[in-house]
C-alpha cells in the first residue's frame, strides 16, 4: 500500500538508523543534521514532509536517553548536549538578539536557536526561558508597523515567487 | 491562675475581639487581595509584548465555595433533566435528523474549544500579576473545565438515547480524515494558546467569546429548539451563563494593559489578526451548520451575524473599549461580506468531500431551496442548479457510483485549501470574496484565499505549517484513506460520514466508494 500514514517504509528505515546511534555524539550529530534538512520554513528539503514530525520525535526520544547515560546530573541540568554551557550559549543568542532591530534578522536569530538548541540538546529549564525571552523581541519588531507595506511589497521583502494572484 | 480567672480573660478577650461565626463571601475576598506576589522576580513562563498592571481589578470578585456552590447548583438542573425528564419524554429520538448530525459537528468540536480555553486561561492566570485579575482567570480556568465536559456529555446523551450515534461517540478518531477538523483546530487551539499570552486572551475572549459565542453557543439553542432538540439548549444556555465572566476577563485584559505604551503599538494588529482567524472559520462554518444542518429555519445567517457580530461586537463592544484605544478591526468590512455567500460556497464543498467527514449531509429540499432563494436571491442559479444535477446523478444512492468530487474535476473546478485558515474554498465557483493567490516560498506552494491571511503569513510563515489533505494524501485512493484513518462504523466497511440521512436510504460502504477509484490530487502541483 502506498505511503501509509503511520506505518510505512520512511518510517522503518529510519527506525533502524536510529536504533543504530550507540553514543551521545552520534545521536546529538544526526538530530542536529535531521533539523536543518528536514524541518523549519527554511529547510533544505520538503522530501519528508509527511514524516518529518514523527522521525525528530523519535530522534530527540533516542538523544535524551542517550543524555541520560553519559550525563551525571549536574551536567543534565546545566549543559547543552555538545558539552557547553547551556546559560552562556543562551545568553550570547539573547544578546544578539537584543543587539538588532530588523524582524528578519530577529526571525533567523529565533528560529536558528529553536533548530539549534531545541531540548533536548539545551535543558529545558534553560531552553523555555531562553525561548520566551526571544519570542517576546520577534513578536514586538513584527507587530512594529504590520501594515506599513503593501502586499505587493512585502511579498518582495520575504522573497516569496508569486505563481498566481 | 484559676480556671475562673482564665474563663474570665478568655471572655472578656472575645468580648472585645469576636471570633467570626462566618465570614462573607466579599470579606473573603477582601482579604485574598491580601496576598500579593513578588513580581519583580515572579515573572510568567510565556511571551507577550504588554505588561499587564498590577492594579487590575476584577468584577466578579468570586470565591472558590461561592464559585462551587452557585455551579452545582445550575448542575443540578441540567442533569436532572436530562436524566430525568427528557429521558422520559425520549428526547433524543425527537430531535429533527439532519440536526442529530449537526449537533456531531457542534458539540464534538466545541469541546475542543472548551478544552484549549482551560489551557488558554491557566496561561493567562500566569501571565497577569494582579491578584484580582489572577482570581478572574482562575474562576474560568474551572469553568472551562466544566464545559469541556458538559460538551462531551451532549454527544454521549447522544450517543446513548438518540438516532445514528456513529459520529456522536467517538468523533475524535476521524479528526485527520476530513478538512473541517484543521480549520476548527487554527481557531480553536493554535489561536487561544499559542503566540503572545494577551493575543490569545484577544482571540479567546475578546473575539471567541464576547462576539462568536452568541451565535455559537446562543443562536445554536434556537436553531436546535426549532428542529425538536431540547437537549443542546438544556445545557449550552447553562454554558452560556458563564461567558459573562469570560468575557468580563477579556475587557480586563485591555484595560490591564490599556497604559502600557504596548497597547498602542500592538493593540489593533493583534485584535485584527485574531478577528479575521476567528471570522474566517466561524462564519461560513456557523452559517453552514444552521441553514444547511437544519430543517426547520429560524432566520437567515447574514441577519444573525449582522446583529450579533457587526452591530452587537464590532460596534457596541468594542466602542466600549475605544476609550482604551482599541478599534473596530480593520477587517471587519471584509468578514461582513463573508458573511452574505461564504457559507453557502463552503456548503457546496463540504457536500462534495461528504465522505471524509464524521457526519452525514443533506442536499436541501425544494422547500429549503425555497427558503434559500427567497433569502439570498441569487442562489438557484448559482447553487441550486448544481444540487439538482447531483442529485439527478444519483449522489445519495450508492448503486449509483457517483461522488460530486468528481463532478468538481470533471468541470475543472480545483478544490484548494487556505495555508492559514485552512479553509477550503473553489475560486472558479466562490461568489463570496475568497480570491486564489499561489506563492512559491522556499521550494514550498502555498495558498491563500484572501488578503489578511496572506499578510499574516508573509509576516509570520512558521505558524502555519502544516499538511493539508491534498499534501497528505496525494496519489492514494480515497476508501483506502478512510479506512486507514478510521472513518468506518463498528461493522467495518460502511461509513461514518453519508450523503443522506433518509431512514430508509442505502448506507454506502467502503466498497461503494472503492468502485469509483476517487484519486486525491493536490491542485498546487499542477501550477
Ligand atoms: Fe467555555
Ligand atoms: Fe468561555
Not at chain 2, 10 to 36: C, G, I, K, M, Y
Not at chain 2, 369 to 394: S, T
Not at chain 2, 459 to 468: D, V
Request: net charge negative; proline share 4%; hydrophobic share 35%.
Amino acid at each position: 500500500m502506498a505511503n501509509k500514514i503511520h506505518d510505512n517504509s520512511i518510517r522503518d528505515e529510519w527506525t533502524q538508523k536510529i536504533g543504530a546511534l550507540n553514543t551521545l555524539a552520534k545521536g546529538v550529530e544526526a538530530l542536529d543534521t535531521f533539523r536543518h534538512q528536514y524541518t523549519t520554513p527554511f529547510r533544505n528539503s520538503y522530501d519528508l514532509e509527511l514524516d518529518w514530525g514523527w522521525i525528530e520525535l523519535k530522534l530527540e526520544e533516542k538523544v535524551a536517553l542517550l543524555k541520560h547515560k553519559e550525563f551525571n546530573d549536574q551536567q543534565f541540568l546545566n549543559q547543552t548536549a555538545y558539552g557547553a554551557d547551556a546559560q552562556k550559549e543562551a545568553d550570547t543568542v539573547i544578546a544578539k538578539m537584543a543587539a538588532t532591530t530588523d524582524k528578519y534578522e530577529a526571525e533567523r536569530i529565533h528560529i536558528g536557536f529553536r533548530l539549534k538548541f531545541k531540548p533536548p540538546i539545551m535543558p529545558v529549564n534553560v531552553f523555555q526561558d531562553t525561548d520566551r525571552i526571544l519570542g517576546t523581541k520577534l513578536m514586538e519588531l513584527r507587530n512594529i508597523g504590520y501594515y506599513d507595506l503593501p502586499l505587493a511589497e512585502l511579498r518582495k521583502v520575504r522573497g516569496v515567487r508569486v505563481i498566481t494572484g | 491562675m484559676s480556671i475562673s480567672a482564665a474563663t474570665k480573660a478568655a471572655t472578656d478577650a472575645l468580648a472585645a475581639n469576636r471570633a467570626p461565626v462566618s465570614v462573607n463571601a466579599q470579606e473573603v475576598h477582601r482579604w485574598l487581595q491580601s496576598f500579593t506576589w513578588d513580581f519583580e522576580k515572579n515573572r510568567t513562563k510565556y511571551p507577550t509584548k504588554y505588561k499587564m498592571a498590577n492594579e487590575t481589578k476584577e468584577q466578579f470578585k468570586l470565591i472558590a465555595k461561592e464559585y462551587a456552590r452557585m455551579e452545582s447548583v445550575k448542575d443540578e438542573r441540567q442533569f436532572g433533566s436530562l436524566q430525568d425528564v427528557l429521558t422520559r419524554v425520549d428526547a433524543g429520538n425527537r430531535v429533527h435528523p439532519k440536526w442529530n448530525e449537526t449537533m456531531k459537528v457542534v458539540s464534538n468540536f466545541l469541546e475542543v474549544g472548551e478544552y484549549n480555553a482551560i489551557a488558554a486561561t491557566g496561561m493567562l492566570w500566569d501571565s497577569a500579576s494582579a491578584p484580582e485579575q489572577k482570581n478572574g482567570y482562575l474562576a474560568q480556568v474551572l469553568d472551562e473545565i466544566r464545559h469541556t465536559n458538559q460538551c462531551g456529555y451532549v454527544n454521549y446523551y447522544f450517543t446513548k438515547h438518540g438516532q445514528d450515534p456513529a459520529g456522536h461517540n467517538d468523533a475524535r478518531r476521524t479528526r485527520t480524515i476530513g478538512p473541517l477538523w484543521k480549520g476548527m483546530k487554527r481557531v480553536f487551539s493554535d489561536g487561544f494558546i499559542s503566540g503572545d499570552a494577551v493575543e490569545c486572551s484577544i482571540n479567546l475572549q475578546l473575539v471567541g467569546e464576547a462576539c462568536f459565542t452568541n451565535p455559537l453557543i446562543v443562536a445554536v439553542t434556537e436553531w436546535a429548539a426549532a428542529n425538536g432538540d431540547e437537549i443542546t439548549p438544556t445545557v449550552f444556555l447553562s454554558i452560556e451563563t458563564d461567558e459573562l465572566r469570560h468575557m468580563a476577563n477579556g475587557y480586563q485584559t485591555v484595560v490591564s494593559i490599556a497604559n502600557d505604551e504596548a497597547a498602542s503599538k500592538y493593540l489593533n494588529t493583534d485584535l485584527n489578526n485574531a478577528f479575521w482567524t476567528q471570522q474566517k472559520y466561524f462564519t461560513p462554518v456557523l452559517g453552514m451548520a444552521f441553514e444547511y444542518g437544519s430543517h426547520f429555519k429560524v432566520e437567515p445567517w447574514v441577519k444573525t451575524w449582522n446583529r450579533w457580530v457587526y452591530e452587537d461586537w464590532g460596534g457596541i463592544w468594542i466602542g466600549r473599549l475605544g476609550k482604551y484605544g482599541v478599534e473596530s478591526p480593520r477587517s471587519l468590512r471584509d468578514a461582513k461580506k463573508d458573511a452574505y455567500w461564504a457559507h453557502h460556497d463552503l456548503f457546496l464543498i463540504a457536500y462534495a468531500l461528504w465522505p471524509t467527514g464524521f457526519f452525514r449531509l443533506t442536499l436541501p429540499t425544494a422547500q429549503e431551496a425555497e427558503w434559500f432563494e427567497a433569502n439570498y436571491p441569487g442562489w438557484y442559479d448559482h447553487y441550486g442548479k448544481i444540487y439538482d444535477e447531483w442529485r439527478a446523478r444519483g449522489c445519495e444512492d450508492p448503486a449509483s457510483g457517483f461522488l460530486p468530487l468528481q463532478w468538481f474535476m470533471e468541470n475543472n473546478h480545483q478544490i484548494y485549501i487556505d495555508r492559514v485558515s485552512q479553509v477550503p474554498f473553489c475560486p472558479t465557483l466562490s461568489k463570496g470574496a475568497s480570491t486564489l493567490r499561489v506563492h512559491e516560498w522556499n521550494g514550498k506552494k502555498h495558498s491563500f484565499s484572501d488578503e489578511w491571511g496572506e499578510r499574516q503569513w508573509l509576516t509570520e510563515p512558521e505558524r502555519y505549517e502544516c499538511q493539508n489533505i491534498w499534501e497528505q494524501y496525494e496519489g492514494r485512493e480515497l476508501s483506502e484513506v478512510i479506512a486507514e484513518l478510521h472513518g468506518v462504523r463498528s461493522d467495518g466497511k460502511t461509513l461514518i460520514a453519508q450523503p443522506h440521512t433518509n431512514k430508509d436510504g442505502k448506507l454506502w460502504t467502503l466498497d461503494d466508494l472503492k468502485r469509483i477509484d476517487c484519486v486525491f490530487k493536490d491542485p498546487l502541483k499542477a501550477l
